[in-house]
């Protein structure tokens, strides 16, 4: 079973920018959606974004909290995947987590295992 490492977490001020990035312990499958997460305090783990690998590109899809500020990209020569966050705000704070999987597993979040994560805080 693939297994994810995230990193990249950390304190930073309202406003600030973090990349995250996610490791995977072996090739994923290019069919298969890879996604970023979120889990806050007290809340359901959420979908933040999406990425799946097209005919010449990429299709990415954004939670709409995050739309325009956040940027999701791959690299599947590294079996990598990054997230660029911008203009963070404290409502960002959470424990972000990568996964990949189906389209029903990417937008459930129903996977099986999930890696340890890497926290965000946002805090003045």
């Known amino acids: 079973q693939v297994q994810f490492v995230e990193s990249g977490g950390g304190l930073v001020q309202p406003g600030g920018s973090l990349r995250l990035s996610c490791i995977a312990s072996?090739?994923?499958?290019?069919?298969?959606?890879m996604g970023w997460y979120r889990q806050a305090p007290g809340k359901q783990r959420e979908l933040v974004a999406r990425?799946?690998?097209?005919?010449?590109?990429?299709?990415?899809v954004y939670a709409d909290s995050v739309e325009g500020r956040f940027s999701i990209s791959r690299d599947s020569a590294k079996n990598a995947m990054y997230l660029q966050m911008n203009s963070l705000d404290p409502d960002d704070s959470a424990v972000y987590y990568c996964?990949?999987?189906?389209?029903?597993?990417?937008?459930?979040?129903?996977?099986?295992?999930w890696g340890a994560g890497t926290r965000v805080t946002v805090s003045s």
């Open positions: 996964n990949a999987g189906s389209l029903l597993e990417a937008v459930t979040g129903t996977f099986t295992s």
């Open positions: 072996e090739r994923i499958n290019p069919n298969y959606i």
């Open positions: 990425i799946r690998e097209v005919r010449g590109g990429w299709d990415k």
